[in-house]
RNA sequence: GGCCCCGUAGCUCAAUUGGAUAGAGCAACAGCCUUCUAAGCUGUAGGUUGCGCGUUCGAUUCGCGCCGGGGUCACCA
């Protein structure tokens, strides 16, 4: 439709002389302002020199329009052209979603490049925290959204299981394992607090006894920090899974390290006279790519920090093929971004295919109260707890539903009602009840059984009522929305349309009653019903939401 | 102090990326079930979009300056 519009208006504007204006068109936000409008009256005014309500008036004096699709056409406002579409014409698109079941929605301008999004990334050192599952929820939902639009997509996970990090997890689980025999052991100074390190201490002690306490302490190190990690991958994975968060690839730090990558990256960059060697260490020289300080890539110890890997590491993405690489980070990296991306770049690899996405923080709410989370304290709510509590659709639709930048305040006793407060069950039940109306449909034989996708071949002209006609304009924009939450990374604005669309079928099926003694005007009616489960299920399908068939 | 995010109805948040009269949910009040799921629907009330300049036909959106909240500024990740 909107090509349609636009070679028209084009054909008008020429007819005009007017030239060098690209039109661009919109959905009005007020039902009275029609269905498609445009704006090319008031950016050309000031060039013609010209009122813009008169330049609209002769550029729709000079439009020539199909009236069975485009009812009427009209000025309106500051000098906007709006189009009024023929109610026919959303109707007759229902056959379309009909057709195109469980894969309406999706469309193929990513024309296939390989894409990875990386997200979660935490190190085996701990339980996932919820700030992780915002990210699990917005980098899975992101993902999915660039396959329905043609992407080719990996998901990934990189963890460092080497390091510092990894030796203070190893000493807190060996302190822990020896205060079962020796409860004065003394435990590291900076150790992992938390409970769950008990817990492979006690795992530990069940498999091995006592064997631990025989062999030379670097020896024990190392099984404990095998255990652990393993342990604690495995908790990870879990939760993830219990989420349907599920990764293609983990990407291990370490093999950067023994691939000869970091020196690669170290002597490229030295060549081009982007690293210096000072104070025993090795020095990034960021400030002449315009940053505000130069940074240490490897200290004076020999380690590298975290920035020479991460470098690596994205050049290693490059060179896997990967045309287009999206990063999900917390807001608490965001000071690490611009030295990788300048790396990369300085590397000749080009910065723009790289889309860094940045969410907020978390916090917990109960009983109106915020819920303080302290890792240090080790009484930090886990992702894991937070499943148990709420399950894993309330914890993914609340993950995705805000704005990535802002904060989200996730409210507990919301999450957990089963009520029509709670904004995931109002979803599901709209999907529910357009099973059960389905079923009903069948049980009195206005439906054959298995007959819901010849519903194509309905009557769709019978439905003409304000809320029938409303519904499915609402549906036939779901492409659109699929469309514009994965070109601006915005997840929560599919939470929002599947709401519009819950609201709009429950006012449909309060206005009307689907199943009639009219068998056409039935036919007709299931088919829209049928057409709004199918946008639910595969709004509810890429948020990784179970759409219920009965609640 | 530098940089990043946020500030919109009593509360939690939207707002088609610069569009028309700023919208939902919750809370409050008033209604709607003999009928396909009331986990639903309808109505009322609620606003100087933190404040002030500026950019232009037009600003919640862009720029500058304040105010307030959060984050971040390591030879930690």
Excluded at 117 to 127: D, H, Q
Excluded at 215 to 220: D, G, H, I, N, R
Excluded at 399 to 422: C, G, P, W, Y
Aim: proline share 4%; net charge negative.
């Amino acid at each position: 439709m909107k090509a349609y519009l636009a070679e028209k208006l084009n054909a008008a504007l020429s007819s005009l002389s007017y030239t060098g204006v690209e039109p661009t068109f919109e959905q009005p936000k007020l039902e009275q302002h029609g269905d498609l409008t445009t704006n090319v009256a008031m950016v050309l005014a000031k060039k013609a020199g010209k009122n813009p309500r008169v330049l609209a008036q002769e550029i729709v004096n000079a439009l020539k329009l199909d009236p069975d699709s485009v009812e009427k056409v009209e000025i309106a406002g500051p000098g906007f052209i709006n189009f009024h579409f023929a109610g026919a014409f959303f109707v007759r698109g229902l056959q379309g979603i009909l057709k195109q079941g469980e894969s309406f929605g999706r469309t193929d301008g990513g024309r296939g490049v390989r894409t990875q999004v990386e997200f979660v990334s935490a190190n085996p050192t701990g339980p996932l925290s919820v700030g992780h599952g915002r990210q699990a929820a917005i980098g899975d939902t992101i993902a999915t959204l660039l396959e329905w639009t043609g992407h080719a997509v990996t998901r990934e996970y990189y963890y460092n299981n080497a390091g510092r990090q990894m030796r203070k997890l190893a000493e807190s689980t060996y302190a822990r394992y020896r205060q079962l025999f020796d409860p004065s052991f003394p435990f590291p100074e900076d150790g992992y607090q938390g409970e769950y390190i008990k817990d492979i201490a006690e795992q530990l002690k069940s498999a091995r006894g006592d064997a631990l306490l025989g062999v030379p302490e670097e020896e024990a190190l190392q099984i404990c920090k095998e255990v652990s990690e393993a342990t604690l991958f495995e908790n990870i994975r879990a939760v993830l899974a219990r989420m349907g968060v599920r990764f293609d690839v983990f990407f291990n730090e370490d093999s950067l390290y023994t691939s000869g990558a970091l020196q690669e990256v170290i002597s490229e960059l030295r060549a081009k006279g982007l690293v210096y060697d000072q104070d025993g260490a090795v020095w990034f020289k960021a400030t002449a790519l315009g940053l505000e300080q130069d940074r240490v890539m490897i200290k004076s110890t020999g380690e590298p920090t975290y920035r020479l890997p991460d470098i690596a590491y994205h050049r290693e993405k490059f060179r896997r093929g990967f045309g287009f690489i999206v990063d999900i980070f917390g807001a608490d990296h965001i000071a690490t971004i611009p030295d990788v991306l300048a790396g990369i770049e300085a590397l000749g690899y080009d910065k723009s295919r790289v889309k860094v996405v940045i969410h907020q923080f978390v916090t917990l709410l109960r009983d109106g109260q915020q819920v303080k989370m302290s890792k240090r304290q080790a009484n930090f709510v886990t992702l894991e707890e937070l499943l148990d509590e709420v399950g894993p659709d309330a914890a993914r639709f609340f993950f995705v539903m805000r704005s990535i930048s802002s904060h989200l305040e996730f409210d507990l006793n919301l999450a957990k009602e089963q009520t029509e407060k709670n904004p995931v069950y109002y979803l599901q039940y709209a999907h529910a009840r357009i099973a059960s109306i389905l079923r009903f449909a069948e049980s009195e034989g206005a439906l054959a059984a298995g007959e819901q996708r010849v519903l194509a071949d309905a009557n769709l002209d019978l439905l003409s009522g304000a809320a029938e006609i409303g519904l499915a304009k609402l549906l036939m924009s779901f492409p659109d929305v699929i469309v514009s939450c994965s070109t601006s990374f915005e997840p929560h604005r599919l939470t929002t349309y599947l709401g519009d669309v819950a609201t709009a079928f429950h006012k449909f099926y309060h206005d009307h009653r689907v199943v009639v003694p009219e068998r056409d005007l039935s036919r007709a009616r299931l088919a829209l019903c049928k057409a709004t489960q199918i946008v639910l299920a595969n709004g509810l399908k890429i948020l990784g939401i179970s759409a219920p068939e009965r609640m």
